[in-house]
């Protein structure tokens, strides 16, 4: 996956698109209501359907497979596989060489978050969760793992308990400023649920 991004996704069952990484912007968070509204006033690209990726090359492919071929015990030519398909959004097929990366070296948590990140784009909440939950009994703080978390868990219709996910995200990196549209998605999904937001930390 692109480095030093947030992979997220809008649950393709529940609002019928996948929208990108973080890079792409923040605009469109996993919302509470079946349609991912866009804000009035937004810009005309957010209104518009996400561009699809570019097709794989071929031979990339084959010379990275290769090599994978040739090097079983390498773990980062499989994660870069993994890469290369999920920039793609050809989930199956980055999560078959996760997993073989995490197969060789299970103590990853960038790429446990990204494989994570992939059963979630794919509509495979559930096991996402468990990837996240792994991820973060190690690691507490990973900050991808954080987010992702919140995300699996809106696809499942848990809303109190994303809005929560989000909020530990909010408190542990109270100053970065690619998390401050989150504030706004905690408040609705706390909204959407009946149940009122915690008050603010002095």
């Known amino acids: 996956m692109r480095r030093d991004t947030l992979a997220f996704t ?3 069952v529940v609002f019928g698109s996948v929208v990108g990484y973080m890079a792409a912007g923040w605009d469109e968070l996993p919302r509470p209501s079946p349609v991912a509204a866009v804000p009035a006033g937004a810009p005309a690209a957010l209104a518009a359907a996400p561009a699809r990726p570019p097709a794989i090359d071929p031979d990339e492919v084959h010379a990275m497979e290769a090599l994978a071929g040739r090097q079983p015990q ?20 980055a999560i078959r060489w996760y997993r073989e990366a995490l197969a060789i070296d299970p103590s990853n948590p960038d790429v446990r978050t990204d494989l994570g990140a992939c059963f979630v784009h794919s509509g495979r909440p559930e096991q996402g969760l468990a990837e996240f939950d792994t991820v973060l009994k190690a690691k ?23 809005a929560d996910a989000w909020q530990a995200l909010l408190e ?27 008050p603010k930390r002095r």
């Open 10 to 12: 809008l649950a393709g």
């Open 74 to 93: 390498d773990a980062a030519v499989r994660t870069e596989l993994g890469n290369l398909y999920m920039d793609h959004e050809r989930w199956d097929e």
């Open 140 to 162: 507490r703080d990973h900050r991808n793992a954080l987010f992702n978390r919140g995300v699996a868990l809106v696809n499942l219709g848990r809303s109190l308990e994303a």
């Open 172 to 198: 542990r990196y109270p100053d970065d400023p690619q998390l401050a549209r989150l504030r706004g998605r905690v408040d609705e999904l706390r909204a959407a649920a009946g149940a009122a937001s915690p």
